[in-house]
């Protein structure tokens, strides 16, 4: 009954390895999000995909590759990884017309050694 | 750019002891502000959207009000279970940011039995 899921839910590595974080939406929404939060909680749109087309592309490393199979999955792939780059990052979902109320999924909280 | 201040950054309560958080915001063209609760190890929690200035909502305890600088999200008679994190997000009503949310760094609101 998960509305939007990611995995995993914890994630560490060392530096310089590759890792992705899959999320998933059950809601049938045509827009989903990657957020990052930082160590002060500050949360920060990094992506935005609409029925699988980029929409949103802040100023993130290049890389960060999100790829979007379908309009109900989210994946994102990080390249040599960097300390900078713990953090948790959350997946969330929306139907873009509808004001932009977005739900979040629980979270993936990468360590980088 | 969009910006969100919230104040302020945490509030210990009472149970019973009523109080207000603040969310000041500079938006091009505000389409809707959002507030969320986000609890320790969790996504955040979609509480309320405001589309315009003199606009209120309520749920259980809560209420979100909203000027055209600011919203407070009051709290009546608060209990423990109340306690966590809310976040003031905004969102602008179009161009290259559409669907966009900018978040305020939150308040961390504890309430004491």
């Known amino acids: 009954d998960t509305a939007v899921s990611q995995t995993p839910k914890y994630l560490v590595t060392q530096m310089g390895n590759d890792k992705s974080i899959k999320c998933e939406q059950n809601l049938g929404h045509d827009t989903m999000y990657w957020y990052k939060q930082d160590s002060k909680k500050f949360l920060k749109i990094m992506f935005s995909y609409n029925n699988k087309e980029l929409i949103i592309n802040e100023t993130v490393p290049n890389r960060f590759s999100p790829k979007s199979p379908d309009k109900a999955h989210l994946n994102l792939h990080i390249n040599s990884l960097e300390l900078g780059d713990s953090a948790v990052y959350f997946c969330?979902?929306?139907?873009?017309?509808?004001?932009?109320?977005?739900?979040f999924g629980p979270g993936t909280r990468l360590t980088v050694l | 750019e969009d910006q969100v201040t919230q104040s302020p950054e945490a509030l210990r309560l009472q149970e019973g002891e009523s109080s207000s958080l603040n969310c000041s915001y500079t938006v091009s063209g505000l389409r809707g502000l959002f507030w969320y609760r986000q609890d320790p190890g969790k996504g955040p929690e979609f509480l309320f959207t405001l589309y315009s200035a003199g606009e209120e909502k309520e749920k259980e305890r809560l209420k979100a009000t909203l000027t055209k600088k600011e919203s407070f999200l009051h709290i009546t008679a608060p209990k423990p279970e109340d306690s966590a994190t809310y976040l003031c997000?905004?969102?602008?009503?179009?161009?290259?940011?559409?669907?966009?949310?900018?978040f305020g760094q939150g308040t961390i609101l504890t309430v004491h039995p």
């Open positions: 997000a905004v969102t602008n009503a179009g161009g290259t940011s559409y669907g966009k949310l900018t």
């Open positions: 969330a979902s929306s139907q873009l017309n509808n004001y932009n109320e977005q739900f």
